[in-house]
């Protein structure tokens, strides 16, 4: 067994709700959707061609977050654009302006103090059992490439950075079960969380938990259709979650201690 990991980071996020119209909600986190899409620019794969090579039946994803985040709303000023004229003839279009302005809410999410840090995730990821040819090309191309295409967070120009590239090989990993509360550092799946616990002397670090349902994987058939949604519990700070699993969970050990962690898809 072998996870590779990786941060993410970047000053500014967007990974807009599906279910936003006009409004431009945003996850706190990137769907596992958004992580393949950062995969498959790093990998220089086109727009579309991942879906099944990313599926979680092939492979799984996992996230942190490393930075405490926040969200804010910002008001967009974009062009009204009801028509595109005709600007061969008259140089007259609604890209120009004439159409006028449309004001949008846009939700930004930053590391809490802009100035001194960014938003920043760690990104687990692992083959399963009986496929690990595109893990392993996904491994070896961050451990010894640059990435092919801009990396961002969410939208094209939230340009982002990968970091800390690493694997952890089969000594470093343990799978443990544990009938007793135990502290996981990633996003866990809701259905394996049997309690979640709050203690008043650790209240400063829970009073950040989300619950979500994020898109998981796409259907093969270059329309975006979503397959698969992932219902997730999560910190938007560093600090772990305190809670009882129904299943097992991965250790992670280092040289700077242990990370318990959870697959989006397990």
């Not at 405490?68 to 008259?90: C, E, Q, W």
């Not at 070896?140 to 939208?155: A, D, Q, R, S």
């Not at 989300?210 to 600090?239: C, Q, W, Y």
């Amino acid at each position: 067994m072998e996870i590779l990991s990786f941060k993410i980071s970047g000053k500014l996020a967007h990974f807009r709700k599906y279910y936003a119209n006009n409004t431009a909600f945003s996850f706190s986190i990137p769907p596992r959707t958004a992580i393949m899409g950062i995969v498959a620019a790093a990998m220089g794969w086109s727009r579309d061609s991942y879906y099944e090579d990313l599926a979680s039946k092939n492979i799984q994803i996992g996230i942190r977050v490393l930075n405490p985040l926040k969200k804010s709303f910002h008001r967009l000023n974009f062009l009204s654009i009801k028509s595109t004229g005709n600007m061969a003839k008259n140089w007259s279009s609604d890209f120009r302006g004439e159409g006028g302005r449309i004001q949008t809410p846009f939700e930004v999410i930053t590391a809490w103090d802009l100035t001194k840090a960014d938003v920043a995730y760690q990104i687990f990821i692992k083959a399963n059992d009986k496929e690990k040819t595109v893990y392993e090309s996904i491994r070896n191309h961050f451990l010894e490439k640059e990435p092919v295409y801009n990396i961002t967070l969410g939208t094209a120009n939230f340009t982002a950075r990968l970091s800390e590239i690493e694997t952890f090989s089969d000594s470093q990993i343990e799978v443990r079960n544990s009938n007793e509360y135990v502290q996981i550092h990633s996003a866990v799946p809701v259905e394996l969380v049997e309690e979640l616990k709050f203690d008043k002397e650790e209240f400063q670090n829970y009073n950040f938990v989300e619950e979500d349902m994020l898109p998981g994987e796409f259907v093969a058939n270059g329309n975006r259709e979503v397959r698969k949604m992932n219902r997730l519990l999560f910190s938007i700070t560093p600090h772990p979650i305190r809670v009882k699993l129904k299943g097992s969970y991965y250790v992670l050990k280092d040289d700077t201690g242990e990370l318990n962690i959870q697959f989006m898809d397990a």
